[in-house]
């Protein structure tokens, strides 16, 4: 299968939530190529979502590039108002996500789906979190997090009448991810393990809704095997022989468990996410801290294909989904291999 990469974007970094650092001024220059693609897929691409289709028809709840597209157009929409924490625009976020749990057989964790932070005091803030109890007799003890935030960072002054920061990149892409995720799995009814899918609030404000999620979690003594958190994956790396980099790679064999069951180079290094420290900047580092287990970020943020970060310009339109659709179906083979593995192969080193 030939998977066609449409257009390289400038420059950006992983997630804001947990830094200290004045990311727009460090790591946020001017993007170089500027506006916005009309056209996001052409002849020979279309060709492509032709195979995917294929696939699709195949594997029930395989991903292509409208159905994430469409996803995407409704989390960035400015009805959702940037989706910052708390606000009415987040809580229609949470309704949508709540929606594809239950179309997907994707069960609520807890009593309900969404989860009241207890360490958030400007409001009421709530994560997301469903499930999918494991098939195995005795792997369904063992759970897998996959998980992304949803939130954003709301209204932002200046850039002419545009004043929404809808978010597409940081993190609509990784809450779509994970969406697509449920539906492929919910469908497939097959995984031994445990599935946990968590829509993280309060990236932005450092953290907090995964350091709430996990501290629950660890008060439930359950048996996290792994988190596997997505962030910012809507445009492609550029000149890279990978398509995704793994937060905090030196530290596990996630990225060798991950690529033997994609069988092929899906997932590579990144040295500025090792010199900027990504690791401790998304919400794996609460499950890390919690469990100690590996826990680690995906994304395909390389500092140089995209200049929108806390921006109003993160917009849909700037998205790469043929990228998007491809990395997605490529995942699943891995993901499904960590989750059926007879043993916990994914270990620290």
Request: net charge negative; aromatic share 10%; proline share 3%.
């Amino acid at each position: 299968m030939k998977y066609v990469i449409m257009i390289t974007l400038c420059f950006l970094v992983l997630s804001c939530g947990g830094a200290n650092i004045d990311q727009s001024t460090v790591l946020n220059p001017t993007n170089p190529i500027g506006g916005k693609r009309e056209a996001l897929i052409n002849t020979s691409e279309k060709e492509n979502i032709g195979e995917l289709a294929d696939l699709k028809s195949k594997i029930k709840g395989f991903s292509d590039p409208e159905d994430i597209e469409s996803m995407m157009t409704f989390l960035t929409s400015d009805e959702l108002q940037g989706r910052d924490t708390g606000s009415e625009g987040i809580a229609k976020a949470a309704d949508f996500i709540q929606n594809v749990f239950e179309e997907n057989n994707i069960e609520p964790y807890f009593e309900s789906y969404r989860d009241t932070l207890d360490n958030y005091s400007e409001g009421v803030a709530y994560n997301v979190v469903g499930y999918l109890p494991g098939k195995d007799p005795l792997l369904k003890k063992e759970v897998v997090i996959i998980g992304a935030h949803f939130d954003h960072i709301g209204l932002l002054g200046g850039d002419g009448d545009d004043n929404i920061a809808n978010g597409a990149n940081d993190n609509a892409s990784g809450t779509t991810t994970v969406l697509q995720f449920a539906k492929y799995f919910g469908n497939l009814k097959g995984n031994k393990r445990t599935i946990i899918f968590a829509l993280f609030t309060a990236e932005e404000k450092g953290l907090m809704g995964s350091k709430h999620l996990a501290d629950k979690l660890k008060d439930k003594n359950i048996d996290l095997y792994t988190m596997l958190n997505f962030e910012m994956v809507g445009v492609p790396m550029v000149n890279k022989n990978h398509s995704l980099y793994l937060t905090g790679y030196e530290l596990s064999n996630l990225a060798e468990v991950s690529n033997k069951y994609a069988k092929k180079n899906l997932v590579g290094f990144l040295p500025k996410a090792k010199e900027f420290n990504l690791f401790r900047r998304s919400d794996n580092a609460s499950f890390h801290d919690a469990f100690y287990v590996p826990s680690q970020t995906y994304s395909s943020f390389d500092f140089t294909n995209f200049g929108e970060y806390h921006k109003v310009g993160d917009e849909a339109s700037l998205m790469d989904y043929m990228f998007m659709a491809t990395i997605i179906n490529e995942t699943i083979p891995m993901l499904t291999g960590i989750i059926n593995s007879s043993i916990k192969e994914v270990k620290y080193n």
